[in-house]
């Protein structure tokens, strides 16, 4: 069979990563990630025997009215895409273009909001076939085996789809897979992988999945419905192989260690930067963390591995607010732990959410303020969003924050779409776009990104950073 995987187009031209619990425009960076999950995807259905082609359309410039062409030429058996929610509408219609233009075709969509509306996105996009719930690759690489043979998919664990007679059919739920180091290595040779280049260095970086699943509560997150409550490791060697490969594969020496917390299991970590250290592997990455994993050792340790980066979710430093959304941190320990980072020789990125449940104009300020003074590198300042998939989501429903026939397409994390009694939305925009300027005009701010930025990249991030700092209609 011919296999298309697609990150679609934005709805807006924008460039928009589709990747787990993280969908969203690429913000003042203009980075895109390497689109992991259908590389992933792509490799398995490959090992299979089957023709693949992946195409990331926001990093290749590919548009919506490119696509009919594409389908035209490579004429698939089968389209598997990632949907997000900001973008649901023109990601769920697409469905309906690939049907006009070769009507046997199987249309397949995964992602976290699809996971939670299923059945609600089948009714919306009559010309989809297939809804893939949490985790993609097993599911879609079983779904794709039933349908070469032309037989049921009844027996496909972890999809919603559409039977013969049109009656939308929910097939019970796949378990996350046990043991990780099952899946093969991504074959990036899929996608051109200097399309991805990492923000203000301007170098080609991969990512390299160490671990899946997070035991963190957090309510305003949607990791668990992707990959599950339990983090799952892969063995240490094995990660180390995958980064040896792709060096001389890709003659590539960063990567994103893209876990939803790096850090969540401290001895894991430990013994993977001995690795590497022992390795000999001269690689540079980054990585998310909590400032409650780590500690002055571990930091020094990942330094002495490569590591270049942490970013951090702060989220709010109102200790009534972090309760709140169980994100269950201290805001005593935001502080030292980002000192501890910083003397270790490696820069920080915090991310920080106005506009979560309980917040006031008081207490959003007094974040803002109080994030001012850390001394951080980089700061990602967003609006509370209850993505379908996380706990605030049923919970905006509910309280009546958010109304059920709401426009997904404005649930983008530069706007605030929650009516909270205690601070209105115009409110929660205003003090974000007024951290943005107030962060990153500062004279030590602009020293430290000029000092990373190579010459071929000042161009776009200037251009990025001004509509960036638009003013607020």
């Known amino acids: 069979m011919k296999i298309l995987l697609l990150n679609p187009p934005s709805p807006h031209g924008e460039k928009f990563t589709r990747e787990g619990r993280c969908t969203q425009q690429s913000a003042i960076w203009t980075t895109l990630w390497p689109p992991i999950s259908l590389v992933y ?18 990093a290749e410039g590919i548009y919506l009215n490119d696509l009919p062409h594409i389908i035209a030429a490579f004429s698939p058996d089968a389209v598997i895409w990632s949907a997000a929610t900001p973008s649901i509408n023109s990601d769920l219609n697409l469905a309906s273009l690939i049907k006009t233009k070769k009507p046997e075709t199987f249309t397949i969509v995964f992602g976290t909001h699809v996971t939670v509306l299923d059945v609600q996105s089948l009714d919306r996009s009559p010309s989809l076939d297939i809804i893939v719930r949490n ?28 039977d013969s007679d049109n009656k939308i059919v929910r097939n019970p739920a796949r378990q996350f897979i046990p043991d990780i180091d099952a899946l093969p290595y991504p074959d990036w ?6 399309s991805y280049r990492l923000p203000l260095k301007d170098k080609p970086f991969l990512m390299i999945m160490p671990q899946r699943g997070c035991h963190f509560p957090c309510s305003f997150c ?55 250290i022992n390795s000999g592997l001269r690689v540079s990455w980054v990585c998310n963390s909590r400032i409650d994993t780590v500690d002055g050792e571990l930091l020094y340790l ?17 200790q009534d607010i972090l309760k709140g959304v169980k994100k269950n941190i201290e805001v005593s320990q935001i502080h030292n732990i980002i000192e501890l980072t910083k003397k270790a020789g490696i820069l920080v990125s915090a991310h ?46 509910k309280e009546g924050w958010i109304d059920s026939t709401c426009d997904f ?59 960036f700092l638009k003013p607020v209609r």
């Open 409 to 467: 397409a404005g649930f983008r994390q530069e706007k605030p779409v929650m009516s909270l009694a205690t601070i209105t939305p115009d409110e929660v925009e205003a003090i974000r776009v007024q951290a943005v300027r107030e962060f990153y005009l500062r004279r030590r701010i602009i020293l430290g990104i000029l000092k990373l930025m190579s010459f071929s990249n000042v161009g776009r991030t200037a251009l990025s950073a001004l509509k």
């Open 135 to 162: 985790e993609p690759e097993t599911t879609i690489m079983e779904a794709i085996s039933a349908i070469e043979k032309h037989a049921s998919l009844i027996a496909v664990e972890g999809i919603t789809f559409r």
């Open 189 to 194: 040779s899929l996608i051109n992988v200097n």
């Open 302 to 318: 990942m330094r002495q591995a490569g590591c270049w980066m942490i970013s951090y979710g702060i989220e709010s430093f109102n």
């Open 41 to 58: 995807t792509g490799t398995l259905i490959k090992e299979q025997g089957h023709e693949v082609k992946v195409i990331d359309c926001p």
């Open 352 to 397: 920080v959410i106005f506009g979560l449940p309980h917040e006031t104009r008081a207490s959003a300020l007094d974040t803002k303020r109080r994030v001012l003074a850390l001394p951080l590198d980089f700061a990602q300042f967003y609006c509370a969003v209850p993505f379908p998939g996380s706990a605030l989501y049923g919970e905006a429903l």
């Open 222 to 276: 949607t990791s668990a419905t992707y990959y599950g409550a339990k983090v799952r490791t892969r063995t240490v060697d094995s990660i180390v192989r995958e980064m040896k490969e792709e060096t001389e594969r890709f003659n590539i020496t960063d990567f994103f260690l893209w876990a939803e917390n790096f850090t969540a299991n401290p001895y894991f970590v430990r013994a993977l930067c001995e690795a590497i």
